[in-house]
């Protein structure tokens, strides 16, 4: 079972409109307990995010010492930001958001490489804004019940790699997989190791599996 963002979402969209002024910015952003929001248009859709670093630019960039022609594209573009007042002057655009239906891997991979803590989640059908998901509700899935996740390693060792589960010793502790008996060849540890590693909730996994004696030869878990 691959756990998706409707999973783990929270139901509350975290959003002021293009027209908020920057008192109501920092007003959600202090009720909510978040470092950013999202900015929505009329329909509700994502257009751009207000983070906390988009706000301290009042603070840090408030001169204007240089000419525009001798700053950088960054340092234009904080010049603009610390000289707006309202939402969609304020925001980093466009809005890097995520579906309910994305799988929670997925959405950790986005916030991991735009340095994001939080991402809106749209309907799919018409783009409106539908709930917040943050890193913390991502981490949800260490915390899935132990059953749910052996059923998963069940399914992955019988329906993707093709062994019997009976013959094979599965271990589980605190997410910790540990996983003993024999395969066919080492290409199937190899398969078996890296598939058991992505599901959802598996923190690692200890292989003490082994070969026939004519197919040994030095089995490793894929790089992640």
């Known amino acids: ?32 307990a978040v470092g950013a929001v999202t900015v929505i248009d ?28 001798l700053l950088t594209r960054t ?5 603009r930001k610390a000289a707006g007042v309202r939402a969609g002057e304020l925001m980093t655009a466009p809005a890097v958001t995520v579906t309910p239906g994305t799988p929670v891997r997925d959405a950790a991979r986005l916030m991991h490489e735009r340095h994001v803590e939080q991402l809106p989640v749209i309907d799919p059908v018409t783009g409106r804004i539908a709930g917040t998901v943050h890193r913390s ?33 599965i271990g589980l502790a605190d997410g910790v997989v540990t996983i003993a008996g024999e395969a066919e060849r080492p290409s199937q540890i190899s398969a ?8 959802d909730g598996v923190i690692a996994v200890v292989s003490r599996l082994t070969c026939p004696p004519w197919q040994e030869e030095a089995v490793r878990l894929p790089l992640l």
């Open 1 to 32: 079972m691959t756990i998706e963002v409707r999973n783990v979402m929270g139901r509350v969209a975290i959003a002021v409109h293009q027209d908020a002024p920057f008192s109501e910015i920092v007003a959600t952003m202090r009720k909510y």
């Open 42 to 69: 009329r329909d509700r859709r994502p257009v751009g995010v207000v983070s906390q670093d988009d706000l301290l630019l009042k603070e840090i960039e408030p001169g204007h010492a240089f000419p525009a022609p």
């Open 75 to 79: 340092r234009r573009l904080d010049r």
């Open 137 to 169: 509700d991502l981490l949800r899935v260490f915390e899935r019940p132990e059953a749910d996740l052996r059923d998963d390693i069940v399914s992955v060792v019988r329906d993707e790699i093709g062994l019997d589960p009976a013959t094979l010793d």
């Open 192 to 199: 078996l190791l890296y598939a058991v590693r992505h599901v």
